[in-house]
């Protein structure tokens, strides 16, 4: 052996300093080779997840998409993993998330380096940990990773597309585990094994000492694969007969075109098409108890308009839906822009715009539910005064700003008791068990995906939205403007699903649960303890390290 290390080391360039030199071709080799190593890593992320290759995703792939990165960061000082990180966020999430960048520029570019500056801390985090623990760093690597998932779906900047978690969206055994621990108890299972093995893989070989060195990892193996069938038999003993439960008839319109073209004669022809629907609808045998158009599926101000009417045409319209509304006998859910006369930040009294889900009963506006939370930068951007100049572009990009809502309400039609997070809000698991928290047995989401011009844009919501029923154990409603207008089982399985980008009416039946699930009663546990076990960890791992160098600094001096 020493020989051999000898050889090596005679054959090494050295600078002047005593310090390897590494020569310029073997340098491009290990950056080709490194970046090849990022690329392929976010590759597998996208395909992993809905793409317009593999429209459900590739779910078996999650499970090792993070293995190119995870071997790099290994390999990697720390700076470079920086630039490596922020290479595979950028490249990672502008093929996962492509088609935000057919919808607004600006958009795709925000998300791209936000990603880009997420990822490039998330691997120095990573890095950092294996330098903390030489044996262990690779729990730590899973507590971070999972905490970092649960991190950036939080504040103003609260993003879920792309959590591990909603790859597994169609294995319906597996995901039942998140009624316990919400999406991330899914993503947590998919992590570890991919920290365990980018560690201990280059220990394995065949023989008599791989089999020494696995024995001593069998506490950690045994305790991965215990929990692992743990979720698994939960989820095949997890109620999904629920053919006893009382139902409720929804009619979900889905009239296959992006109400907002800021034409009159559009907002008018968009009106017509959902009337016909509806009143199709409504001529079948038998008829349902509700119905329900996608968000902001009306486009004229309803409330603003019939109280204040400062534009002839639009009362027109807003009148004859009215009318038409008047003669119905089921409630109506509608999105629309709420406008109203509030007093505003500046102190002054002025039309403020929410964007909203409002119950009809006739043509009499029951209750009004306003979004709470809002799309960054395309619905909402609260530093106006600290970032005056990013305000003044997204208004020039014609950015409609909403207002927020502040009520988590449960409508009361007929009996029924539901809420409507409006579109970008089934993303999140905290609201939705809010809603349910306070009483909705049923869950009606409202979208409007049509300006993406995407299936794969419109897959990746549903992956997201399948989660928010199997994590309170209740049924979904998801009227859409272009799909996916689907109605989702309490146990996360899609019951029927309208075609997409067509017009059409889907009627569902769905049942009624009502008890509280554990994640709808204690929320987002797991990330929280894996946030605080991540910190200790790292805390303890600093001391240690500081302690242990006090010797080699005695023994030098």
């Known amino acids: 052996m020493s020989k051999t290390r000898k050889s090596v080391v005679t054959k090494e360039a ?4 005593g310090a390897k030199r590494v020569s310029v071709p073997e340098f491009f080799k290990v950056l080709f080779k490194n970046m090849g190593f990022t690329l392929l890593a976010a590759v597998l992320f996208t395909l992993a997840h809905p793409n317009p290759i593999f429209m459900n995703g590739l779910p078996a792939l999650a499970w090792v998409m993070y293995l190119p990165v995870l071997f790099l960061i290994r390999r990697s000082p720390p700076p470079a993993c920086l630039f490596w990180g922020a290479l595979y966020g950028f490249v990672a999430f502008s093929l996962f998330n492509y088609w935000l960048s057919a919808y607004e520029f600006i958009a795709g570019a925000v998300v791209y380096t936000i990603y880009l500056c997420y990822f490039a801390l998330l691997f120095l985090a990573l890095r950092v940990a294996l330098t903390l623990f030489s044996r262990y ?15 950036r779906t939080l504040g103003f900047l609260g993003y879920s597309y792309g959590i591990t978690g909603y790859t597994q969206w169609q294995l319906i055994p597996l995901i039942q585990v998140a009624a316990i621990t919400g999406v991330w108890g899914v993503s947590a299972l998919i992590i570890f094994p991919q920290t365990f093995l980018a560690q201990h893989f280059r220990r394995f070989s065949f023989g008599k000492a791989a089999g020494r060195r696995i024995c001593g990892l069998t506490v950690c193996t045994f305790l991965y694969v215990a929990v692992l069938l743990f979720s698994l038999i939960y989820g095949f003993v997890a109620p999904h007969d629920f053919s006893d439960n009382k139902t409720a008839r929804i009619a979900l319109i889905q009239h296959n075109t992006d109400p907002w073209k800021d034409d009159k004669a559009d907002y008018q022809n968009n009106f017509r098409i959902l009337k016909r629907l509806s009143e199709e609808t409504l001529a079948q045998t038998p008829s349902p108890d509700m119905i329900v158009w996608s968000e902001t599926a009306f486009v004229p101000m309803i409330y603003w308009h ?29 999105g629309n822009d709420d406008g109203r006369r509030e007093m505003t930040d500046s102190g002054t009294v002025d039309r403020v715009d929410y964007n909203a889900a409002i119950l009809f009963e006739r043509n009499e506006m029951v209750d009004v539910y306003r979004k709470i939370h809002l799309v960054p930068f395309t619905e909402h951007f609260p530093y106006k005064k600290q970032l005056p100049f990013v305000y003044k572009m997204l208004e020039n990009a014609d950015t409609h700003f909403w207002k927020k ?20 809000e089934d993303t999140f698991g905290y609201l939705s068990r809010e809603f349910v928290q306070n009483g909705a047995e049923l869950i009606v989401n409202l979208s409007n995906d049509a300006w993406s011009h995407s299936l794969s844009a419109q897959m990746q919501h549903l992956s997201m939205a399948v989660f928010r029923s199997v994590e309170n154990r209740r049924s979904m409603t998801r009227s859409t403007a272009s799909g996916q207008t689907c109605a989702v089982a309490p146990d996360g399985r899609i019951l029927a699903m309208a075609e997409a980008f067509t017009e059409t009416a889907l009627t569902v039946s769905v049942p009624i649960v009502t008890y509280q699930t554990f994640y709808t009663k204690y929320g987002d546990f797991l990330p929280r303890i894996f946030l605080v076990a991540a910190l200790v960890m790292a805390l303890a791992g600093i001391a240690a390290n500081v302690l242990k160098s006090k010797p080699l600094r005695a023994a030098h001096e």
């Open 14 to 17: 050295m600078d002047n300093n």
């Open 137 to 151: 760093g690779f729990i730590l690597q899973w507590l971070t990773f999972v905490g970092f998932e649960y991190l």
């Open 405 to 424: 809502g502040t009520r988590r309400l449960v409508f009361d039609a007929n009996g029924l008791r539901f809420s409507t997070p409006i579109c970008f």
């Open 306 to 334: 019939s109280h204040y009417r400062t534009d002839n045409d639009y009362y027109a319209q807003v009148k004859e839906l009215l009318d038409f509304l008047a003669d119905q006998d089921v409630p109506f859910v509608i």
